[in-house]
């Protein structure tokens, strides 16, 4: 079966520091990935999602930026982190993108302070 | 569409009632549509799919309905209990990706 893991779970950073959260796919290969992000009591807004190694679409102008070094390896950075940056951030991923299930990580919590 | 901005809306029913929540969606395009169910401080669960070419399908204790000529989708609960309280997101494919309503927040009431 597949199975989706990110990691930290939880992280405090101050202003102006640095970003990295990984996730990986166990499972299945070539998988679309994602990554969402979803503030306190709110909805989940798409960041970045990748068809493949290398392969980064990005969905909103942000601080942040997305990599894929590897098929079933996704991760999240920020070279400055903004206080707007906090909130819940999940990793997903899916077969293919149309007519297929997105499967949600157990989501990273981000406070910038 | 997307409302990542907007608090969400509460529903709260008693436990062992039918709880009915509602999604409008906007892309008359989308052929596929998904509910997810998400507890706090965790990652959306998949609860039921349905396609286009559906109008119901049924899960376990979980009815989904899909009305494409007002572009409304349901999510029906049987009998709710306390393990059912979460905040519910309906999400409809939008050819590149999957596109997510604002989400209801299901609260049960002993």
């Known amino acids: 079966s597949q199975t989706i893991h990110q990691w930290p779970a939880t992280l405090v950073q101050p202003v102006g520091s640095p970003l990295s959260l990984e996730c990986t796919v166990e499972?299945?290969?070539?998988?679309?990935l994602y990554w969402y992000r979803q503030a306190a009591g709110r909805g989940l807004q798409l960041l970045f999602y990748s068809v493949g190694i290398g392969q980064i679409s990005s969905e909103v102008p942000q601080n942040l930026s997305a990599s894929r070094p590897q098929d079933r390896q996704f991760i999240l950075s920020s070279k400055k982190l903004l206080l707007s940056d906090s909130g819940f951030y999940l990793c997903a991923w899916s077969r293919v993108y149309s007519g297929n299930t997105i499967y949600f990580g157990e989501g990273s919590w981000l406070t910038v302070v | 569409g997307e409302s990542v901005g907007l608090h969400l809306p509460t529903l709260s029913v008693q436990e062992g009632d039918n709880s009915i929540i509602n999604c409008a969606y906007s892309?008359?395009?989308?052929?596929?549509f998904i509910w997810y169910k998400q507890e706090s401080g965790k990652g959306p669960q998949f609860i039921i799919d349905i396609r286009s070419n559906m109008d119901k399908r049924q899960g376990q204790r979980v009815t989904v309905l899909l009305n494409k000529t007002v572009k409304h989708l349901s999510l029906q609960i049987a009998a709710t209990q306390p393990g059912d309280s979460a905040v519910y997101f309906c999400a409809e494919t939008d050819a590149q990706k999957l596109v997510f309503g604002q989400g209801t927040r299901l609260t049960i009431n002993p």
């Open positions: 892309n008359s395009a989308s052929d596929y």
């Open positions: 499972g299945t290969s070539n998988p679309n």
